[in-house]
């Protein structure tokens, strides 16, 4: 193909203002060159600014049953001014697999080791809660990453779920997340399940850490 669907601004980067880049984005887009203009990881404030200076298509935000910082209000922004939603992270960095347990050791680079689900304690609840998670998946003949991917896929506002697979295997069992649907009682139930987890660390920041590491960068700057 001569053009890209989508091409996305990956991070808000204070050191770069966002009027260049969206200008540039706009002018890419009236040559053909892209079809649409994404963002990933923006706030709602990062958002306003770009959109001062061009479109915004599509958002590319964190989002899963684990954290979940865009229901409160960037999904509605979103619905509010057209954006549309592609979440990535709808396994959790792997604790929606099902396949880790409270003995998991990650090594050392493991960037897991630094992001905010996986700090002690927070750990062991949500493979808790996911453990919790596995007999709604059964009652439908499917998997936790099977039930996650379908939860993500219907919730209000979200166009369509980013999903990796780095085996054949995997790419079939994501595959076969779609075409059903989960009852609105098994929607509640994960809610109960998943909500101690996600009130423990809604007031983190973010799901990466990027936000805190980024204000002590700047306070370095200026100091």
Same mark, same amino acid.
């Given at each position: 193909?001569?053009?890209? =669907?989508? +091409?996305?601004?990956?991070?808000?980067?204070?050191?770069?203002?966002?009027?260049?880049? #969206?200008?540039? $984005?706009?002018?890419?887009?009236?040559?053909?060159?892209?079809?649409?203009?994404?963002?990933?990881?923006?706030?709602?404030? =990062?958002?306003?600014?770009? @959109?001062?200076?061009?479109?915004?298509?599509?958002?590319?935000?964190?989002?899963? $049953?684990? %954290?979940?910082?865009?229901?409160?209000?960037? &999904?509605?922004?979103?619905?509010?001014?057209?954006?549309?939603? #592609?979440? +990535?992270?709808? &396994?959790?960095?792997?604790?929606? *697999?099902?396949?880790?347990?409270? !003995?998991? /050791?990650?090594?050392?680079?493991?960037? @897991? @080791? *630094?992001?905010? &689900?996986?700090?002690?304690? *927070?750990?062991?609840?949500?493979?808790?809660?996911?453990? $919790?998670? /596995?007999?709604?998946?059964?009652?439908?003949?499917?998997?936790?990453?099977?039930?996650?991917?379908?939860? &993500?896929?219907?919730?209000?506002?979200?166009?369509?779920?980013?999903?990796?697979?780095?085996?054949?295997?995997?790419?079939?069992?994501?595959?076969?997340?779609?075409? %059903? *649907?989960?009852?609105?009682?098994?929607?509640?139930?994960?809610? @109960?399940?998943?909500?101690?987890?996600?009130?423990?660390?809604? =007031?983190?920041? !973010? #799901?990466?850490?990027?936000?805190?590491?980024?204000?002590?960068?700047?306070?370095?700057?200026?100091?």
């Amino acid at each position: 193909t001569e053009y890209v =669907d989508v +091409y996305f601004v990956h991070w808000p980067n204070s050191d770069f203002p966002i009027g260049p880049t #969206m200008e540039m $984005m706009e002018r890419l887009r009236a040559s053909g060159r892209i079809k649409a203009v994404g963002v990933s990881n923006f706030s709602i404030a =990062d958002m306003d600014s770009a @959109r001062q200076h061009g479109v915004i298509d599509v958002l590319q935000p964190p989002y899963n $049953m684990l %954290w979940r910082e865009v229901e409160a209000e960037t &999904l509605p922004y979103c619905r509010k001014h057209n954006v549309g939603v #592609m979440p +990535y992270s709808g &396994l959790a960095q792997g604790l929606l *697999t099902g396949t880790l347990s409270t !003995d998991t /050791k990650f090594v050392e680079g493991d960037e @897991r @080791r *630094t992001t905010v &689900l996986f700090q002690p304690g *927070t750990y062991e609840r949500a493979v808790n809660a996911v453990d $919790m998670l /596995k007999p709604i998946a059964a009652r439908y003949g499917k998997t936790v990453p099977q039930l996650a991917i379908q939860w &993500l896929t219907s919730r209000p506002g979200v166009s369509s779920p980013l999903v990796g697979a780095r085996t054949v295997k995997e790419l079939e069992e994501n595959v076969e997340s779609a075409g %059903w *649907t989960i009852s609105d009682a098994d929607i509640a139930a994960i809610d @109960r399940i998943t909500a101690p987890v996600w009130a423990e660390i809604k =007031d983190k920041g !973010d #799901m990466f850490g990027f936000r805190a590491r980024q204000r002590q960068e700047q306070q370095a700057k200026r100091a």
